[in-house]
Structures are given as C-alpha cells and as structure tokens.
C-alpha cells in the first residue's frame, strides 16, 4: 500500500492533534469565578471617624480603618480601648525592658530578668492588689467623665490626671499631646507584641537579641 503523501501526511497529524487538544480541554475543570480581592478594595469607614484623632501621614492623613470596623463598633468606644490597651502597653514595655537594662528591685524577685517567668512566680495577693488598683483606677474615670473632665486626650476638657501639667492648657498644646500619646501607644502594642513573639518563638524577631 502507498503512502500519502507528505503534505496530506502533515495535514492528517495537525488534525488529529486538534481532536486530542479539543478532547483534553473537554475534560479540563473550569477556571474558578473572579471573587473580589479583599486588598485590593477597601470598606469605607464610617464618618464619624473624622472628628477623631488619629489621621497623620503614616495611615495616608486619614483615620486608617480598611476593614470598616468603625461600621460595627462605635468610634468613641474603639479609640478608648485602644488608649487603653495603648497605656497599659507602654507600661508593660517599661516593665519588659528595665530588668534587662537596668536590673531588678530587692524583694522576693530580685534577679529574675524573664518578665514571663516573673509574672508566674507572682504570689496571688500581688495579682489580687494589682486588680484592685486597676478597679480603683476605672472608677475614678467613670467619676472624672461624670463631672466633665475626659481621659481620651479629648482638647476640650480638662484631662482626668495630669499632675505633672504636661497636657497642656490651649487647645493646639493638648491636640498634639493627644497626638504624641495615640502614636507612642501603637508603637508599644506593636513592641511588645514583638518582645512576647520573640520570648516564645525565638528568632522570630530580627534585631531582638536572643533570651531578651
């Protein structure tokens, strides 16, 4: 039997090969439908964050809430547990970082530089004194915000402890005191978040030194 010739030969493979790509591609799974990227849009946060502090140039001057949470939580009510998880940070910042620079106090404790080893060895009338400090702490702001003073950094009011006068007395003073204060106390949530990655993943943390 003759061969066909060669360009019937060529012709013959291109077309068998376009029947085994069709039937491949019959088979395939179907590409997934496009969902819309979370990163690439952004939740518009509520209005009422515009009367609040916090727009600078780090967040692109405007109050920095992608995921729109400000729609679900009351501002006033965000903005007062961040100061006070803020506040609490810086503090426990300082607590993190005198024993390793500066040493311990005399007292059942002295020596032990890991904060987390000495939280747990803490006796529990030191825990139960730290609790009511805290409580004693909270109702004298309750108190404070009865009678007009605020605790938020709020420009208009007289703030609720400032023995030191630092706050300021002018409007333009506590404005940036309040601006001083909200950024110092995300730089130390972010800190020491960072110092308790490091103590239970070390090395999880570039420039942290180890056992710090």
């Not at 496009?34 to 009367?51: D, G, K, Q, R």
């Not at 311990?104 to 006796?123: C, I, N, Q, S, W």
Request: one cysteine or more; proline letters at 11%.
């Amino acid at each position: 039997q003759l061969a066909p010739p060669p360009n019937r030969q060529k012709k013959m493979k291109v077309f068998v090969l376009s029947l085994l790509l069709g039937t491949s591609l019959g088979f395939a799974p179907s590409p997934p439908p496009s969902l819309p990227s979370s990163l690439s849009s952004t939740v518009e946060p509520s209005p009422s964050l515009s009367s609040l502090t916090g727009a600078y140039v780090e967040t692109g001057n405007r109050v920095w809430d992608p995921w729109g949470l400000s729609n679900w939580v009351p501002p006033s009510y965000a903005r007062e547990c961040e100061l006070a998880n803020g506040r609490a940070a810086m503090l426990a910042t300082v607590g993190w970082v005198w024993p390793a620079w500066f040493g311990t106090f005399d007292g059942p404790l002295a020596g032990v530089k890991d904060p987390v080893d000495a939280v747990l060895r803490a006796d529990p009338q030191w825990w139960a004194q730290f609790i009511l400090l805290c409580g004693v702490i909270e109702m004298n702001k309750y108190w404070a915000s009865q009678n007009g003073k605020g605790y938020l950094g709020e420009t208009d009011k007289e703030p609720f402890y400032d023995p030191a006068g630092v706050f300021g007395d002018t409007e333009e003073a506590r404005g940036k005191m309040a601006e001083r204060e909200l950024k110092n106390a995300r730089l130390a949530m972010i800190g020491i978040a960072s110092f308790a990655a490091g103590h239970f993943i070390p090395g999880s943390v570039p420039c942290l030194p180890p056992g710090f």
